[in-house]
């Protein structure tokens, strides 16, 4: 059986021959179908990228009918149980996991870049105090790119790795400070005999503890959110890192956009809006009404769907068995209750069954998030930290690929014919 697809265009009676790889044909390969010699050639139309695969990319596996995720090979589930953040992070960036010393040096290089200058700080005092985090997490990124002007190299392996790993080591730095900045509380400097969690609760919530020891339960939970969120193959966020970078712009700015698109509702914020959603609904008793709102489509059940799992997302189904940890630790958080309900009802009703819509990463992460004592803004946040290792590695896939180029998709053009501009006293 031959690897090919034959297409019959009905407007000539032509047929054509293409190559199928990897259960692909390629986009360009239709260009040679025209009904004339002049004719620009057939286009594939696919808005928001429901059906076409933008790279080819051998960093994360998502099967999302059988709700399979795995970076470099290695499932989710293994890496929370065993692994931690940063050596998750290494994992993708270098494609196999490290050994001792390698895991040591690589550890040592982030904690030794977790210091932002002095200059960050007075760039923080232009915000009013509540001013979003995110918001403020988009302009650090790019205004670190004005820092560190030798990062527009972006051909130069050593200086790509340097940067990849000033970026890893400086988010929870960044946001930490985005935080105190809000509450006016004093910033807290990045304590390296701390781990990479450890750190950024102590950046968060250190008072006057002249040692502030993050609690190991909460700390470890932390890492393992770390983990579940690093990477997820070509979402809005990746794609626009993807995106910006393939104009080669530097990695602090090609980060600001993914940042800027993880920053909304439907994609980061989406943690952010779970618990607004719970906290409108109030108790358990509204559910049914809510549901049936859903279902009329006068709003979203927030948490959630998604566009390539079909199934339980098993990033999902790894939170809500480390909220019980984080639980026995903080108290249980009064919105678990609601959500608990909302997604027993959501789950055996008809509506969302036929959709295929299941809980996503971001139902139940905001309840731990909010536990731990972390205020609803800081939440897409707290996905971004993490999310950085997956950017950075996609990006140095991009621009490694020698397939790839500037990304440029094409358009369908639906608008006037040529016509002559109107003076505006005949208008
Ligand atoms: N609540 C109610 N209905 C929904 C939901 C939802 N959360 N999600 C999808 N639907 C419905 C749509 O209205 C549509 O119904 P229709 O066929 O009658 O028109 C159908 O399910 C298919 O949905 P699409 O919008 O086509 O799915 P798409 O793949 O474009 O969207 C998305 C995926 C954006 C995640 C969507 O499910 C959503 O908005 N969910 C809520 C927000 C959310 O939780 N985002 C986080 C995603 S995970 C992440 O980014 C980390």
Same mark, same amino acid.
């Given at each position: 059986?031959?690897d090919?697809?034959? %297409?019959?265009?009905n407007?000539?009676?032509?047929?054509?021959?293409?190559p199928?790889?990897?259960?692909?044909?390629?986009?360009?390969? !239709?260009?040679?179908i025209?009904?004339?010699a002049?004719?620009?050639?057939l286009?594939?139309y696919?808005p928001a990228f429901? @059906?076409?695969?933008?790279?080819?990319? $051998?960093i994360?596996?998502?099967?999302?009918?059988?709700?399979?995720?795995?970076?470099?090979?290695?499932?989710?589930?293994q890496l929370?149980?065993?692994?931690?953040?940063?050596?998750?992070a290494?994992l993708?960036?270098?494609?196999e !996991?490290?050994n001792a010393?390698?895991?040591a040096?690589?550890?040592?290089?982030?904690?030794?870049?977790?210091?932002v200058? *002095?200059f960050?700080k007075?760039?923080?005092?232009?915000y009013?105090?509540?001013?979003?985090?995110?918001?403020r997490l988009?302009?650090?990124?790019?205004?670190?790119?004005?820092?560190?002007?030798d990062?527009?190299?972006?051909?130069?392996p050593d200086i790509?790795?340097? +940067?990849?790993?000033?970026?890893i080591a400086?988010?929870p730095?960044i946001?930490?400070w985005?935080?105190? +900045? /809000?509450?006016?509380?004093?910033y807290?400097?990045?304590? @390296? /005999?701390?781990?990479?969690?450890?750190n950024?609760?102590?950046m968060? =919530?250190?008072i006057a503890?002249? @040692?502030?020891?993050p609690n190991?339960?909460?700390?470890?939970a !932390?890492?393992?959110l770390? %983990?579940? +969120?690093?990477d997820?193959?070509?979402?809005?966020s990746?794609? $626009?890192?993807?995106?910006?970078g393939?104009?080669?712009s530097?990695?602090?700015?090609?980060?600001?956009a993914a940042s800027?698109?993880?920053?909304?509702?439907l994609?980061?914020g989406?943690?952010?809006?779970?618990l607004?959603?719970?906290?409108k609904?109030?108790?358990?008793?509204?559910?049914?009404?809510? %549901?049936?709102?859903?279902?009329?489509?006068?709003?979203?059940l927030?948490?959630?769907?998604?566009?390539?799992y079909? @199934?339980y997302?098993?990033?999902?189904?790894?939170?809500k068995?480390?909220?019980?940890?984080v639980? *026995?630790?903080t108290?249980?958080n009064?919105?678990?209750? #609601?959500a608990?309900?909302?997604?027993?009802?959501?789950?055996?009703?008809?509506?969302f #069954?036929k959709?295929?819509?299941?809980?996503?990463?971001?139902?139940?992460?905001?309840?731990?998030y909010?536990?731990?004592?972390?205020p609803? *803004?800081? =939440?897409?946040?707290?996905? $971004?930290?993490?999310r950085?290792?997956?950017?950075?590695?996609?990006?140095m896939?991009?621009?490694?690929d020698?397939?790839?180029?500037i990304?440029?998709?094409?358009? #369908?053009?639906?608008?006037?014919?040529a016509?002559?501009?109107?003076?505006?006293?005949?208008?």
């Amino acid at each position: 059986m031959a690897d090919t697809l034959t %297409i019959t265009d009905n407007r000539t009676g032509k047929t054509y021959d293409l190559p199928i790889a990897d259960g692909a044909i390629r986009a360009a390969d !239709l260009r040679q179908i025209k009904v004339a010699a002049d004719d620009f050639g057939l286009m594939s139309y696919d808005p928001a990228f429901m @059906n076409t695969a933008s790279c080819r990319s $051998a960093i994360t596996y998502l099967d999302g009918d059988a709700g399979i995720l795995r970076y470099r090979g290695y499932p989710i589930e293994q890496l929370a149980e065993q692994s931690t953040y940063l050596e998750v992070a290494y994992l993708l960036m270098h494609g196999e !996991l490290p050994n001792a010393t390698q895991l040591a040096g690589w550890q040592h290089s982030v904690t030794t870049h977790t210091f932002v200058h *002095e200059f960050l700080k007075r760039a923080l005092e232009g915000y009013r105090y509540d001013a979003h985090p995110m918001g403020r997490l988009v302009a650090f990124l790019a205004t670190l790119s004005t820092f560190y002007t030798d990062a527009k190299d972006i051909r130069d392996p050593d200086i790509r790795k340097q +940067h990849a790993v000033r970026i890893i080591a400086k988010m929870p730095t960044i946001a930490a400070w985005a935080y105190r +900045h /809000s509450l006016g509380r004093p910033y807290v400097y990045p304590d @390296n /005999s701390l781990s990479y969690p450890g750190n950024f609760l102590a950046m968060m =919530f250190q008072i006057a503890e002249p @040692n502030y020891k993050p609690n190991p339960v909460l700390e470890r939970a !932390l890492d393992v959110l770390f %983990i579940l +969120h690093a990477d997820h193959e070509q979402n809005c966020s990746t794609s $626009a890192a993807r995106g910006v970078g393939s104009a080669e712009s530097d990695p602090y700015v090609s980060l600001a956009a993914a940042s800027a698109a993880l920053y909304g509702p439907l994609h980061g914020g989406a943690n952010e809006a779970v618990l607004r959603m719970l906290r409108k609904i109030g108790n358990v008793k509204a559910i049914p009404a809510f %549901i049936e709102s859903v279902k009329k489509g006068e709003g979203k059940l927030m948490g959630f769907g998604h566009r390539v799992y079909k @199934n339980y997302d098993p990033r999902a189904k790894v939170i809500k068995k480390l909220a019980d940890d984080v639980f *026995e630790v903080t108290g249980k958080n009064p919105l678990l209750e #609601i959500a608990l309900e909302l997604e027993k009802i959501a789950l055996s009703d008809d509506y969302f #069954i036929k959709r295929k819509l299941y809980p996503n990463v971001d139902f139940y992460s905001g309840l731990i998030y909010q536990a731990m004592g972390f205020p609803m *803004e800081m =939440f897409p946040v707290l996905f $971004a930290i993490p999310r950085a290792s997956g950017w950075l590695s996609q990006w140095m896939e991009m621009l490694d690929d020698p397939e790839q180029k500037i990304s440029r998709p094409r358009q #369908i053009y639906t608008g006037s014919d040529a016509r002559d501009y109107v003076p505006m006293s005949k208008r």
